[in-house]
């Protein structure tokens, strides 16, 4: 058997399994709260970020948690898609075509029959490269639905990707699949180590990347509007891997579609920086993060 094997683990997210049940288990049980844009859309999908966990861990268990949660007791997903990115408009689709990929908790098996009329129908390649965009979230995956298969890719920073994400809805409808679907990116790298610094240094600069920059990519994807993200992300510099979430908002556009339901706007279930880490003093460089969640929200 082909296993791509993990690069982070016990650097970027524990490498004990028991560990990671740990950690996920306070968003498992907190069940308190409501979504207020809860529909049954017949479509399930979720952006989470991919920096360490000590960084931003508790965003990206929100968006995963959110996914299991919003499953009945009955149902089970078949194959959960992890899109990442860093890629730059203009290149292919690369997604991983071993068997499966290595986890803290053994083996996750890779949808091949998925990916392979996925990535005929793109012209994807092969990605060979190590990149953190959808290993860091695998080991939360593979934990909540431990009976699911895989399918890794990542998503160009363009308008292609949007589209690639009506493919994929496509694809999961053509084979029966009852899929789900996460996004990864992180949101405004600011300060030195970034050498973007608009606005300065403290406070004033974390409000800015706060309550402007990235409030106005997260308020372009609530509303559904891919080419205004695309945009926001390319002159503002507020998205790392911008073509991951177009790729989820075109999956749930088509989705929608595909099942003849009403169009659904995401949630933004928590926004945080990783200047929160620091116990109230602010980095001269950190970075936002969102959990924004689609489609049959739990409760």
Known sequence: MNIRESILSGSWYPR???????????????????????????????????????????IAARSVTGLAQGLQSKEKAQTVVIIGGHLPAGMPVLMADEDAVRTPFGTMTIDSELMELFAGKLDARSDKYQDNTVEVLVPMVHCLFPGAKLLWARFPGDMTSFEAGKTLAEAGMALGRELIVLGSTDLTHYGANYAYSPKGRGKAALDWVRNTNDAAFINAVLNNDPALALRRADEDRSACSVGAVLGVMGYVEKCCEINKVPAVKGELLEYATSAEVNDGEIPDSFVGYASILWGDNPL
């Open 16 to 58: 004990d399994p028991a560990k990671i049940e740990e950690f996920l288990l306070p968003f498992r049980k907190n069940k308190a709260g409501t979504y207020k844009n809860a529909q049954k859309s017949s479509c399930r999908a979720a952006i989470a970020p991919h920096a360490g966990w000590f960084y931003s861990g508790r």
